[in-house]
Nanobody, 123 residues
């Protein structure tokens, strides 16, 4: 049974920063961050091919959010800067075996999901 454990969520004022962490063993080839706000569909935020080091993020967060990995710690991170109220959502870490563009474009259903961590940004 693969378990993903997110941490690092919280409440912050607009313009602030948070770093989300996701611990998973083993570290899968494709790791992603997704979010879902109340009344909205889940959306892909960022994903990384942990074997190739390729990563990409959604246009809505590009330049503000960065996904990274620490293979030694079996962890991925989402550094979120310049947070906006519209970033408020439950953030989920997910894992899959996809590689390359199939991974970082987050077009396919991820296999394993964490329980989520809440991020709230106030204006």
């Amino acid at each position: 049974q693969v378990q993903l454990v997110e941490s690092g969520g919280g409440s912050v004022q607009a313009g602030g920063s948070l770093r989300l962490s996701c611990a998973v063993s083993p570290l899968h080839a494709c790791m992603g961050w997704f979010r879902q706000a109340p009344g909205k569909e889940r959306e892909g935020v960022a994903a990384i091919d942990t074997r190739a080091g390729m990563a990409d993020s959604a246009d809505s967060v590009k330049g503000r959010f960065t996904i990274s990995q620490d293979s030694a710690k079996n962890a991925v991170y989402l550094q979120m800067n310049s947070l906006r109220p519209e970033d408020t959502a439950m953030y989920y870490c997910a894992a899959a075996s996809w590689r390359g563009s199939a991974c970082i474009r987050m077009k396919w259903q991820f296999t394993y999901w964490g329980q989520g961590t809440q991020v709230t940004v106030s204006s």
